[in-house]
C-alpha cells in the first residue's frame, strides 16, 4: 500500500508571535491531516544562515513543501533556495505562496516557481498596465495589491481554460470550485514567458476596480521537475481568514468581515481547494485536461467499435 504523501508547512520567518508564524496555519495543518497527510508544520531557523531543513530539501523524506513567504525580501537563503530547487528536480512538488507588493520576495531564486511571483522591486508583471495601486484604502501599501475582499469574508474565482485537477470540484463532476477566502491587498502572479510547463488555471476579480487577476499558476510535472502551484496570497490558507476569532498581527488595521463562515459552500469550496493541492502535488489526480482528452479519445473508440448505424447483435 502507498504511503500518505509526507508535507511540510513552512514559512520563511523564524517563530515570532506577531506575526504570520507556522501556528497561523493551523485549520490548514489539521484539515490535511485529517485527510490522511502526514504534515510537519515549522518556522524557519534564525535569518541569516541557511534552514537547517529547506537547504538539504532534496534529500530529506518530503513529498511536498508547501512554502508561505511572509518575509519582507529576506527570508530565503541562497542555499536555502537551491536546496527547494533541488527538491523539486528530483520530483517533489511544491506550492509557494507570497503577498502584497515585496512581502514574500525572496522567493524569486527559486527555479522555475520564482519567476512566476511578481512584486514590486522584483520581477516585475510583464504587463505595464498591471503594475498600479488596485487596493486604495491600505495607503501604505503599493502594488501588486489586488483587493478581493475584507479578511474573513470570500471571493469568487473562475477557473480559466480547461478545468484543472486543483480546480475540480469533486462533488460536482465537470464542474469548478468557485470560492476561496478574500483578502484586501493579494499578491500577484502569471505564467513565466518561455514555460511550457505552467499556465494560469483560477483568476478573480477586484472588488474595487473589477479587473481581473490572477489566483493560482500550475506548473505541470515534466523533466524539469514535479508539480508546482505559485498562489497569489497566502490568505487564501491563514487561520484569520477562515475564522478572524483566531486572531492576526496587530500590524493588520483592517476590519476583518465574517461572510466566509455564514457561508457554508464557500468553506466547503475552500478546503476541497486545499485537498486537491495535496492531492495533486502526490500525484494523487489527473490533470483535468488529460482526464478529458482520454474520455474523448475512448469515446471515438466505441464509437469506431460500434458504430450506432451497425444492426443490434440480438434480434
Known sequence: MRKPAKILLQTTIPTTE????????????????????????????????????????DVTDYDQLWLFAVDVGNGLTAEDCAGISRFRRRGGGLMVTRDHMDLGSSVCALGGVGAAHYFHSKNLDP??????????????????????????????????????????DPDRPGEALCYLPAHPHEGAVGKPAGDDTARVIATGISKVTANSFNIAVAFEPSDAGGPAIAQSTFHHFADYNGDPGMGAPSFVPEAPGHALAGMPEARRSTECYAANIARWLGGQQESATTQSELDRELDEALEESFPASDPPAVS
Open 18 to 57: 506577531d506575526d504570520w508564524h507556522i501556528g497561523r496555519f493551523s485549520l490548514l495543518r489539521e484539515h490535511l491531516s485529517g485527510l490522511g497527510f502526514r504534515v510537519t508544520a515549522r518556522d524557519r531557523d534564525p535569518l541569516g544562515t541557511p534552514d537547517s531543513v529547506l537547504a538539504g530539501l
Open 127 to 168: 504587463n505595464p498596465a498591471r503594475r498600479a495601486i488596485d487596493d486604495c484604502f491600505t495607503t501604505g501599501i503599493s502594488w501588486p495589491n489586488y483587493h478581493s475582499g475584507a479578511n474573513g469574508d470570500y471571493q469568487e474565482i473562475s477557473a480559466t481554460g480547461a478545468v484543472h485537477s486543483v480546480l475540480a
